[in-house]
T-cell receptor, first 112, second 114 residues
Framework: QQQVKQSPQSLIVQKGGISIINCAYENTAFDYFPWYQQFPGKGPALLIAIRPDVSEKKEGRFTISFNKSAKQFSLHIMDSQPGDSATYFCAARSGGSEKLVFGKGTKLTVNP | DTGVSQNPRHKITKRGQNVTFRCDPISEHNRLYWYRQTLGQGPEFLTYFQNEAQLEKSRLLSDRFSAERPKGSFSTLEIQRTEQGDSAMYLC????????????FGPGTRLLVL
């Protein structure tokens, strides 16, 4: 059973465009939602994270939007750059557990 | 660079052999995690240590898998009697406790079982 569903599987955008990746979850005990970026041959690196008491968090060109009632959250990458080309994973963690549950990932390609 | 380090980076072994991987966390981090990542999937949690105590284990961690963190610093993950289905990237992560949730991942050890 996949606890965090991520879409799309792959995404191609032009330089300067907006990249949007969506995730949905079922477990209402989740209380921490990070996004990780992974380049080939590297481990995942934290981009940005949010807790469900806020609806939006912005850090530079990266924004998380969170909809608690719909149990959905999304990553927006503004002014996408070729260097943003990577695989992006959403994840979730419930209180009382240290386990991060990851989505299947979205491979983003930003064309110059 | 004082990030999480993992050794070896690549391991090829024959089915039935035992393998051991090592993870060195960021020096002041007392929490250490192991995940497994297969091609086209997100990382899957295996186990977690706080200092030397193993506090959480996934059902994915079968009897053939054992992890240790004897002095609360580095950790080892051993797979006995490897199977082809064990082929994956094994990722280690570490974090500070006291409410700092960010898990910092190492580069991983890629295992291929022939």
């Amino acid at each position: 059973q996949q606890q965090v569903k991520q879409s799309p599987q792959s995404l191609i955008v032009q330089k300067g465009g907006i990249s949007i990746i969506n995730c949905a979850y079922e477990n209402t005990a989740f209380d921490y939602f990070p996004w990780y970026q992974q380049f080939p041959g590297k481990g995942p690196a934290l981009l940005i994270a949010i807790r469900p008491d806020v609806s939006e968090k912005k850090e530079g060109r990266f924004t998380i939007s969170f909809n608690k009632s719909a149990k959905q959250f999304s990553l927006h990458i503004m002014d996408s750059q070729p260097g943003d080309s990577a695989t992006y994973f959403c994840a979730a963690r419930s209180g009382g557990s240290e386990k991060l549950v990851f989505g299947k990932g979205t491979k983003l390609t930003v064309n110059p | 660079d004082t990030g999480v380090s993992q050794n070896p980076r690549h391991k090829i072994t024959k089915r039935g052999q035992n393998v051991t991987f090592r993870c060195d966390p960021i020096s002041e981090h007392n929490r250490l995690y192991w995940y497994r990542q297969t091609l086209g999937q997100g990382p899957e949690f295996l186990t977690y240590f706080q200092n030397e105590a193993q506090l959480e284990k996934s059902r994915l961690l079968s009897d053939r898998f054992s992890a240790e963190r004897p002095k609360g610093s580095f950790s080892t993950l051993e797979i006995q009697r490897t199977e082809q289905g064990d082929s994956a990237m094994y990722l280690c992560a570490s974090s500070l406790s006291a409410g700092r949730e960010t898990q910092y991942f190492g580069p991983g050890t890629r295992l291929l079982v022939l």
